[in-house]
C-alpha cells in the first residue's frame, strides 16, 4: 500500500463522533461513538452513505453527531450526519451524510464466505484515542487509525449474548471497543489501484464466555441482509 492509499483510507474508513456546535459556530467534540465506512453509491443512489453497527448509530442523534474526515494538513474535519436508518434485526445502521463529494471504494458484496475466509479490518479502536497529550500534560482525544487481520472461524445462526441480531461471522481477532461498525474485507482484494474493496462483514464487537476462554470478535454478515430488510438491495453496487 502506498502513503497516498493509506492518506485515502482516513476518508473511507472514519470515526463517529457526538457533537455539539457552539456559539462562534465551530463544533466541540463530545465523545467517540465508533467506526463507519464510506459505502460506494450504486447506479440511482446518493452519495455520502456510511455504514456502521446499529448499537453505534442508537448513541447519535442526527443534527448532533458527524463523521470525520481528514483534511490535507492532518487536521479533522466533521460531515454532519443527517439521517440515520437502523437495520430492523441486525447489528448493522446507516448514516446519511450532509451533501458532498465522497471518496468511497467499499462495496457490499453477495459473497458466501465461510470458516478460513481471510479478512482486512481497518479501525478506530477507543483504546488508542488519549495516547497523545497536550503541552499542559491533558490526554487529547484524537482517533488513531489501525489494521488488523484474521480468518472467519465459523458461521453463527443464532442469538449472542449481549449482541443484537442473529447472522454472524466468529472471527479469530478481536479488533476492540472503537472498532464497532469497521468494515471485514476480502483478503484477496484492498488495493486502491485494483478492484473495489468487497465487505463481507461488519465488525460489531468481542467476547470471553468464561474465564480461560478464546478472546474471539464477532461480525455481522452482510451477504444476505437485505433478507428482512428489502430496502437494503439498492446498497449491493
Same mark, same amino acid.
Given at each position: 500500500?502506498?502513503? #497516498?492509499?493509506?492518506?485515502?483510507?482516513?476518508? $473511507? !474508513? !472514519?470515526?463517529?463522533?457526538?457533537? #455539539?456546535?457552539?456559539?462562534?459556530? /465551530?463544533?466541540?467534540?463530545?465523545?467517540?461513538?465508533?467506526?463507519?465506512?464510506?459505502?460506494?453509491?450504486?447506479?440511482?443512489?446518493?452519495?455520502?452513505?456510511?455504514? /456502521?453497527?446499529?448499537?453505534?448509530?442508537?448513541?447519535?442523534?442526527?443534527?448532533?453527531? &458527524? $463523521?470525520?474526515? #481528514?483534511?490535507?494538513?492532518?487536521?479533522?474535519?466533521?460531515? &454532519?450526519?443527517?439521517?440515520?436508518?437502523?437495520?430492523?434485526?441486525?447489528?448493522?445502521?446507516?448514516?446519511?451524510?450532509?451533501?458532498? /463529494?465522497?471518496?468511497?471504494? =467499499?462495496?457490499?458484496?453477495?459473497?458466501?464466505?465461510?470458516?478460513?475466509?481471510?479478512?482486512?479490518?481497518? @479501525?478506530?479502536?477507543?483504546?488508542?484515542?488519549?495516547? *497523545?497529550?497536550?503541552?499542559?500534560?491533558?490526554?487529547?482525544?484524537?482517533?488513531?487509525?489501525?489494521?488488523?487481520?484474521?480468518?472467519?472461524?465459523?458461521? $453463527?445462526?443464532?442469538?449472542?449474548?449481549? $449482541?443484537?441480531?442473529? #447472522?454472524?461471522?466468529?472471527?479469530?481477532?478481536? &479488533?476492540?471497543?472503537? =472498532?464497532?461498525?469497521?468494515?471485514?474485507?476480502?483478503?484477496?482484494?484492498?488495493?486502491?489501484?485494483?478492484?473495489?474493496?468487497? !465487505?463481507? @462483514?461488519?465488525?460489531?464487537?468481542?467476547?470471553? *464466555?468464561?474465564?480461560?476462554?478464546?478472546?474471539?470478535?464477532?461480525? !455481522?454478515?452482510?451477504?444476505?441482509?437485505?433478507?428482512?430488510?428489502?430496502?437494503?438491495?439498492?446498497?449491493?453496487?
Amino acid at each position: 500500500m502506498t502513503e #497516498r492509499d493509506y492518506d485515502m483510507l482516513f476518508n $473511507i !474508513v !472514519v470515526p463517529v463522533m457526538k457533537v #455539539r456546535a457552539t456559539s462562534d459556530d /465551530t463544533v466541540c467534540n463530545e465523545g467517540f461513538a465508533g467506526t463507519a465506512f464510506l459505502l460506494k453509491h450504486a447506479e440511482g443512489q446518493v452519495e455520502g452513505v456510511a455504514v /456502521t453497527a446499529r448499537h453505534v448509530a442508537e448513541q447519535l442523534t442526527p443534527g448532533e453527531s &458527524a $463523521i470525520l474526515f #481528514r483534511g490535507t494538513d492532518g487536521s479533522w474535519q466533521p460531515a &454532519a450526519v443527517q439521517g440515520i436508518e437502523l437495520h430492523p434485526t441486525q447489528d448493522v445502521a446507516l448514516l446519511r451524510l450532509e451533501p458532498g /463529494t465522497y471518496v468511497a471504494h =467499499c462495496v457490499l458484496s453477495r459473497r458466501e464466505a465461510h470458516a478460513s475466509l481471510q479478512y482486512m479490518l481497518w @479501525g478506530y479502536p477507543a483504546a488508542v484515542l488519549y495516547e *497523545s497529550v497536550s503541552d499542559d500534560g491533558i490526554a487529547l482525544q484524537r482517533p488513531d487509525l489501525i489494521y488488523s487481520e484474521g480468518h472467519v472461524r465459523r458461521r $453463527i445462526s443464532d442469538r449472542l449474548p449481549g $449482541i443484537h441480531g442473529s #447472522r454472524f461471522f466468529e472471527l479469530s481477532t478481536p &479488533a476492540g471497543p472503537g =472498532c464497532s461498525g469497521a468494515p471485514l474485507i476480502a483478503r484477496s482484494q484492498g488495493h486502491f489501484g485494483g478492484p473495489d474493496w468487497q !465487505v463481507v @462483514g461488519v465488525y460489531v464487537g468481542e467476547r470471553r *464466555s468464561q474465564p480461560g476462554d478464546l478472546f474471539v470478535g464477532y461480525g !455481522v454478515r452482510i451477504a444476505d441482509i437485505d433478507q428482512d430488510a428489502e430496502s437494503w438491495s439498492a446498497l449491493f453496487a
